[in-house]
């Protein structure tokens, strides 16, 4: 079932989005399977829609969202970033940091449990802002962080239903019509590759 609120803008969502391209992203999203979305900017859950309150499984993203919560241990001064795995007790040689250890394709790179872009490509056909990056599971789930948009943006897919996928394409074009929906402080749109209207 759907959540009542769940396609309503939240009403602090601000002058810097297009909230009729959100709509359309969110008609766009229904037909490639998306069972919920949630667009976190600055902090505050902004726009969402399908059932958010649902429990679906996370598969592969579990791992990136784990080493977030070292971040968190990074924020409150218990992990140091510049320390070397080894100095935290850890067997491996370099520092801990969200950056690309090996190439993808178009996936960008991966490094330390999480998808990293690389000279912005991310997802197939479609470029992201520098220094985004994901946690991606199986059947189209995935956590994008826009740090140079300040951000979040949760995908979900009700995969305990057979058949029931979206594909790094579909996502792609879902998340460029996400990010063609913010607009710039001086109020001028952040257009993406695809034709929006």
């Not at 409150?76 to 969200?98: A, F, K, P, Y």
Request: charged fraction near 25%; hydrophobic fraction near 40%; proline fraction near 5%.
């Amino acid at each position: 079932m759907t959540n009542p609120r769940a396609s309503r803008p939240d009403p602090h969502a601000g002058p810097q989005w297009d909230l009729a391209r959100l709509a359309g992203t969110r008609d766009f999203a229904a037909a490639i399977d998306t069972a919920a979305v949630m667009i976190v900017h600055r902090g505050r859950p902004i726009y969402q829609w399908g059932d958010v309150a649902a429990r679906y499984r996370c598969h592969s993203v579990r791992k990136s969202l784990l080493s977030a919560l070292i971040g968190i241990h990074v924020g409150e001064g218990r992990i140091d970033l510049e320390c070397t795995l080894g100095e935290l007790g850890i067997d491996d040689r370099d520092g801990l940091s969200v950056r690309s250890y090996s190439h993808a394709g178009d996936r960008g790179g991966y490094g330390y449990m999480w998808w990293v872009a690389e000279r912005d490509v991310h997802f197939p056909q479609m470029s992201v802002p520098h220094g985004t990056y994901s946690a991606r599971g199986a059947h189209g789930h995935y956590v994008v962080v826009v740090p140079q948009r300040e951000l979040v943006i949760v995908h979900r897919v009700d995969s305990d239903r057979p058949g029931r996928e979206v594909s790094a394409m579909a996502f792609g074009a879902l998340l460029d019509r996400i990010l063609a929906a913010q607009r710039l402080a001086s109020g001028d749109m952040l257009v993406g590759r695809r034709d929006m209207d």
